[in-house]
């Protein structure tokens, strides 16, 4: 049998040593089938996403447009009518064409979007975050109300088109970053 006066040096020679190996700074690798530990991981998680980018587009949004975001700004949503589907109005129908509108989030958090929707505007515009709603997100560019859903695109009191009190595009095109 062994005593514990035998064993008793061992000991302190290995608390000793494991005492000094915590207190020099050095990391020592311990390794236990029990750890607690979660493992860690030196790789990025990928970001969320609602949808998938379509052809024509990257993670600036969509490749030789105005409906893109900028270096330092990160793709927050895609939303576009790009099959020329007509546009309904309160006042009829109108000819389709492609819409496409791209959110973006500079550093500090604020979100832009930028537009090319030549039914509304001949050239491509910039819009302000006005506010969140349950499925949507809204800004406001030029006088009028965007709302961007994940089914539809809605216009509503564009002051170069009174006729256009509400203008609504069926989406086809839809991409959503989960922030």
């Known amino acids: 049998m062994i005593s514990a006066r035998k064993c008793?040096?061992?000991l302190v020679g290995v608390v000793l040593?494991?005492?000094?190996?915590a207190c020099s700074g050095e990391e020592t690798a311990v390794t236990s089938s029990h750890s607690s530990a979660p493992p860690t991981s030196t790789t990025a998680t990928?970001?969320?996403?609602d949808g998938t980018l379509p052809q024509g587009a990257d993670t600036y949004?969509?490749?030789d447009s105005f409906a893109r975001c900028k270096d330092a700004e990160r793709l927050v949503l895609l939303a576009s009518q790009t099959t020329g589907r007509p546009v309904t109005t309160v006042h009829g129908t109108l000819a389709g064409g492609d819409q496409r509108f791209v959110v973006c989030e500079d550093r500090s958090g604020t979100r832009i979007m930028r537009a090319v929707a030549p039914v509304l505007r001949p050239d491509p515009f910039e819009g302000t975050f006005f506010t969140f709603t349950a499925n949507s997100q809204q800004f406001v560019a030029?006088?009028?109300?965007?709302?961007?859903?994940?089914?539809t695109?809605?216009?509503t009191d564009d002051p170069q088109h009174?006729?256009?009190?509400?203008?609504?595009?069926?989406?086809?095109e839809y991409?959503?970053?989960v922030y």
Not at 17 to 21: F, P
Not at 144 to 151: E, P, Q, V
Not at 162 to 167: G, I, L, T, Y
């Open 17 to 21: 040593i494991c005492s000094m190996a």
């Open 61 to 63: 949004g969509y490749r």
């Open 8 to 10: 008793f040096p061992a």
């Open 162 to 172: 009174p006729e256009f009190r509400a203008v609504t595009w069926t989406v086809n």
């Open 46 to 49: 990928p970001v969320q996403t």
């Open 153 to 155: 695109i809605t216009v």
């Open 175 to 177: 991409w959503s970053a």
């Open 142 to 151: 030029d006088g009028m109300k965007i709302d961007l859903a994940r089914a």
